[in-house]
């Protein structure tokens, strides 16, 4: 609609785009891969995870939410960003218990794509082993909190996409969890198998039943490119 | 499901009109009437607000003053903030423990009485101090433990308990309270004597632009601690589009060690409330909200009763102080119990009846805050530092304090001093006058605005208070030499874990293992590379998340690893057999030793 351009710098590299875009998504269209997790396009970004978080300017913002402005200078791909980054992604593995060896999510999921390509083969950190449970009681779907990141896209696609409100978060802080609208099991809410909710999940928190290994491992989503590739327009190294 | 308690639940419900932005107010009342807001009563009060269950679960989960497990009908709160711990709370907790027969968390079992630890509630000046249902109970010792419980033991009511009323209106009828003031220095600010309303009269004969001008030429800054410049925050809202705006009072004063604007809300009520209809004229708004935290609901009768005589007096309301189209007036919204809350675009969350989240910025509460209009949050001693300014002028108000730090600024002094309390100085005092003041010797450390802020020793007690070298919202906490920085440091962050909302990885996760770091040290089982660890970990959490909270819990250790590093490396171990000095190999073959029902042949005690 906007005529205007606005022309900022990532990493020295000039980038165009729109008013009131995000920088996360000017850097998309210009084929500039900004890791993130909780974020997905069509939903009001959420703003949780912090991999995102680019310096505008000498101060951190998170690139999913903060506008793009004129003349401003972003730091993506730098070594001080990345060391905070595998950080954070670092935290997500320790306060679940993560398991992808055993999850059916591997190779296409998100936090295990992201680790790969942050160059990240074993957490740093110490393992919380939170007591976590999980809910099978829906005859199409199930949910293990033990592997769920708190991004919020469930929460926000059941709302805004599937006009329910099957999820929602409880507690706060560490003790911070995915609940659903019933007073105990998934069985009990109108969640169906076909809502958004259900399958936009970047981890194996919330996963279909039957649907086990379908695809093997070796020809899933990550399996053969990085995760991020899709959004990289050239074919620079990845490390 | 009994027809009374449906009936209840509903009444509740409509005495708030079913209002989903009311949220607060149904659960709190729900909880006050019940002692829990049930998974029944989540269901009910789902259906009767128009919401979804989880939603209602959502928020009764996020505050601790609300519980969806019954509680007695006393529930005693022991402040366990670190400066509690210096004044014995141990030993106050013991007696509690003895004299009621359970442990914290626990409700005894004729379900009169719950006992439970609570963070800071605004009294480190007369700690120990606890909470039991709103009452405040102050100076605790064993002995007063015994006469506590054998009351409630009585007759079960925290109101009969025979208490000595404070100073000043800690003794008005509608307060009867034993917290003192503690008001050790008054400025001429916000202590100072002063014509009533007059603040508020000048500024009515000024357009709204002419009274933002003269916030502005007092160089006025947040008293909450980050500093904002308040006329720019009510030039930003003012400009704002937007018919309906709002002018919001942060009194959720929660950051450990300030309970300044306690003093104010008692004493200065009138000033305050004067400051909001300023704010209110000058941004355009004709709803200003006080948001008050759970912890000084004993201070609610008698602002309500305030706000009732403004109105009386024609001070609030249409035409509001006789300002023709003026239409301006204040509700009290009440917290139940979040730290977080004090962080603005979480009290607005909070007042719209959500889970205590911040919210995403841009856009900012100026543009889009609370039920998405133009918002200003101000702090309880802004707002009456703006009614001293529109009464006696710019100029006036910054005759005294530094150049980037003009006027006075409430401290809330404790710990290890012999006067603690609270005192208005200039802007610009060094720490090592400040300390001589308030009576403080053999001095190790103090904590320039609480654990957010900066943990400093002797050799930055030459540098000032202000906004451009050891800024704070008011709390100075005190340690001596006999104090132990490790604990001291471990107790703050256990308290960042407690507070943080949990929204975003970095503080959720970060500040749990900058807290096990710590008592991984304080165990004895540090090294060096510990040290490390824990400032890039800092560093991480700081810069990445998402709100204040976050970008300050790491001080705590950041600080004291920048001050006190003697103090860490001074416990640390220098791994000898290859092992990490945390691993203790016994322990680890324990459980299976238990399993095998026999002891390992190689490592022997």
């Not at chain 2, 433990?145 to 800690?170: A, C």
């Not at chain 2, 003794?171 to 503690?182: C, E, F, I, R």
Request: proline letters at 4%; charged letters at 25%; one cysteine or more.
């Amino acid at each position: 609609m906007s005529e205007k351009t606005i022309t900022f710098t990532i990493d020295g590299v000039e980038v165009k785009g729109a008013p009131g875009q995000t920088i996360l998504d000017a850097a998309d269209a210009a084929g500039i891969y900004i890791p993130r997790l909780c974020h997905f396009k069509g939903l009001n970004p959420h703003g949780s995870c912090r991999v995102c978080t680019v310096i505008v300017n000498g101060r951190p913002q998170a690139a999913c939410t903060q506008p793009i402005a004129e003349g401003t200078t972003v730091e993506n791909d730098t070594e001080d960003i990345k060391k905070h980054r595998s950080n954070i992604v670092d935290m997500m593995f320790v306060e679940g218990n993560h398991f992808c060896m055993f999850c059916e999510k591997s190779g296409n999921c998100e936090l295990q794509a992201l680790a790969y390509r942050l160059g990240i083969c074993a957490p740093k950190y110490p393992f919380q082993f939170p007591d976590c449970t999980l809910d099978a009681s829906h005859p199409d779907i199930f949910i293990d909190r033990n592997r769920c990141i708190l991004c919020g896209r469930c929460v926000q696609a059941s709302k805004d996409l599937d006009g329910k409100c099957v999820f929602e978060f409880v507690g706060r802080g560490a003790e911070k969890k995915i609940a659903v609208n019933a007073e105990a099991k998934l069985s009990d809410t109108n969640v169906d198998v076909t809502d958004r909710a259900v399958n936009i999940c970047p981890v194996g928190a919330i996963l279909k039943k039957r649907e086990g290994f379908k695809i093997p491992i070796g020809e899933r989503m990550y399996d053969a490119q990085p995760i991020g590739s899709d959004i990289e327009s050239d074919t620079k190294s990845i490390k | 499901m009994s027809v009374e308690f449906k009936q209840t639940i509903k009444e509740i419900c409509e005495a708030c009109g079913n209002d989903r932005s009311l949220m607060m107010d149904v659960v709190i009342a729900t909880q006050k009437r019940f002692g829990c807001v049930s998974n029944e009563a989540m269901d009910l009060i789902a259906e009767n607000m128009n919401a979804h269950r989880v939603e209602v679960e959502g928020v009764v989960s996020f505050y601790s003053f609300l519980s969806p497990d019954p509680k007695g009908q006393v529930v005693i709160r022991l402040c366990n903030d670190v400066v509690d711990q210096m004044q014995g709370v141990q030993a106050v907790a013991e007696a509690f423990k003895k004299e009621l027969g359970i442990d914290f968390g626990q409700t005894t079992p004729d379900g009169k009485i719950t006992l439970e630890w609570t963070p800071c509630i605004g009294m480190c000046d007369q700690a120990p101090a606890a909470l039991i249902n709103d009452m405040v109970f102050t100076y605790l010792s064993t002995d007063k433990v015994r006469e506590i419980t054998d009351e409630l033991k009585k007759h079960g009511d925290p109101e009969q308990i025979p208490i000595r009323y404070g100073d000043g209106n800690n003794a008005h009828d509608l307060v009867k309270s034993m917290v003192n003031n503690g008001l050790r220095k008054k400025g001429a600010v916000i202590f100072g004597q002063h014509e009533a309303e007059k603040g508020v009269k000048n500024a009515l004969s000024m357009s709204a632009v002419e009274v933002i001008r003269e916030v502005k030429n007092a160089r006025l800054r947040g008293r909450g601690g980050a500093g904002f410049p308040t006329g720019m925050k009510w030039e930003f809202t003012r400009a704002a589009d937007g018919d309906k705006k709002y002018i919001l009072c942060n009194a959720d004063e929660g950051e450990p060690g300030t309970f300044k604007d306690r003093v104010i809300l008692t004493e200065r009520a009138d000033l305050l409330f004067e400051g909001m209809t300023i704010g209110g004229y000058a941004v355009g708004s004709d709803e200003g909200i006080l948001y008050l935290r759970a912890e000084y609901a004993y201070l609610r009768a008698f602002l309500e009763n305030v706000l009732k005589e403004r109105r009386d007096r024609g001070l609030l309301g249409k035409n509001a102080c006789g300002k023709d189209g003026f239409d301006f007036d204040i509700r009290i919204q009440m917290g139940a119990g979040a730290y977080i809350c004090g962080e603005e675009t979480a009290l607005i969350s909070s007042c719209e009846g959500l889970r205590g989240d911040p919210k995403n910025r841009p856009p900012f509460p100026a543009q889009k805050g609370y039920k998405e209009c133009p918002t200003s949050v101000n702090n309880v001693e802004t707002f009456c530092a703006v009614a001293r300014i529109l009464d006696k002028g710019a100029a006036w108000f910054s005759e005294v304090g530094s150049q980037g730090s003009p006027s006075t600024k409430l401290l809330s002094v404790s710990g290890d001093c012999t006067n603690p309390g609270v005192y208005e100085f200039p802007f610009g005092m060094r720490v090592d006058d400040l300390l001589k003041k308030v009576g403080a010797q053999d001095v190790q450390a103090v904590l320039i605005g609480g654990p957010s802020g900066q943990l400093i020793g002797s050799a930055d007690f030459e540098r000032t208070i202000c906004y451009d070298d050891l800024a704070t919202g008011g709390s100075v906490i005190v340690f001596n030499s006999k104090r132990n920085i490790l604990e001291i440091v471990g107790q703050y962050m256990d308290f960042f874990v407690e507070e943080s909302c949990g929204y975003c990885t970095p503080c959720r996760v970060g500040n749990v293992l900058l807290r096990n770091g710590i008592e991984k040290i304080i165990h004895g089982q540090g090294e060096k590379a510990d040290l490390d660890y824990l400032q890039e970990l800092g560093e991480t959490v700081k810069l990445a998340s998402r709100c204040g909270l976050g970008q300050t819990s790491p001080n705590p250790v950041l600080t004291s690893l920048k001050n006190f590093r003697a103090v860490y490396e001074a416990v640390l171990i220098e791994p000898t057999d290859g092992q990490q000095p945390s691993f203790d190999i016994k322990a680890a073959l324990s459980v299976s030793e238990d399993l095998t029902g026999r002891k390992s042949e190689i490592y022997k005690d």
